[in-house]
């Protein structure tokens, strides 16, 4: 993408629930942020900045996968100063493969042959919010999604508290639609919560309703 820099970290290997307010320290440009994919050693960092953020509590195990040179997910960082300030985690996976809760995003056209895109964690350092750190984020996993090796992605889809209005409003802003009500989706320190489940469709993929 152009105006991102994306490099191999000096000194480390080189290769839910969406978080996002306020208190922030402007950035002096975007182009001081740099992309990079997740890697073992950012496995204590990463841990620590998702218990920060958000208030699903991930088993170890995940942090272990998202980490992984191997992983099967796509987890990208963004980061200032050497310090990751945000990151983005999605899966691409068949549609036949959905919860059943999250069926019924496609058209019956694309049930069989299509893969779809689920956004597990998006998440921004508090003091650099509201600096475009997390449109590039997204940005950069839409590019990725929407090459012509990735056509079989039809959509990109993730879940939110239904009072979590900052992230909300994000995604709407960024063009997802408000799909289902998932009525106590979450279950945080004990408690049941309700969700969201919003969609953007790419790649020519539509809902089974006209709008």
Avoid at 45 to 60: A, G, H, K, N, T
Avoid at 193 to 201: I, P, T
Wanted: aromatic share 14%; proline share 4%.
């Amino acid at each position: 993408m152009a105006g991102i820099n994306w490099y191999q970290s000096n000194g480390k290997c080189s290769t839910g629930e969406h978080d996002m307010s306020e208190d922030q320290i402007p950035l002096y440009s975007l182009g001081d942020v740099q992309l990079r994919f997740l890697c073992p050693d950012d496995l204590d960092e990463v841990r620590s900045l998702c218990q920060d953020w958000f208030p699903i509590e991930y088993p170890f195990y995940w942090y272990e996968e998202i980490t992984s040179s191997t992983s099967r997910f796509y987890s990208l960082a963004a980061v200032y100063n050497q310090s990751i300030i945000g990151l983005i985690v999605a899966e691409i996976k068949p549609y036949a493969s959905l919860n059943e809760e999250d069926t019924g995003i496609l058209a019956k056209k694309f049930a069989e042959r299509s893969d779809i895109a689920y956004i597990l964690s998006l998440g921004v350092l508090k003091q650099y919010r509201r600096n475009g750190i997390a449109s590039l984020l997204l940005d950069s996993l839409i590019t990725h999604l929407t090459t012509s090796e990735r056509k079989k992605v039809k959509a990109v889809f993730l879940h939110v508290l239904t009072t979590n209005s900052a992230a909300i409003k994000f995604y709407e802003h960024r063009k997802f639609r408000l799909h289902s009500f998932l009525p106590y989706y979450y279950s945080i320190k004990g408690r049941c919560k309700d969700g969201f489940m919003y969609v953007l469709y790419i790649n020519g993929g539509h809902p089974p309703w006209t709008i």
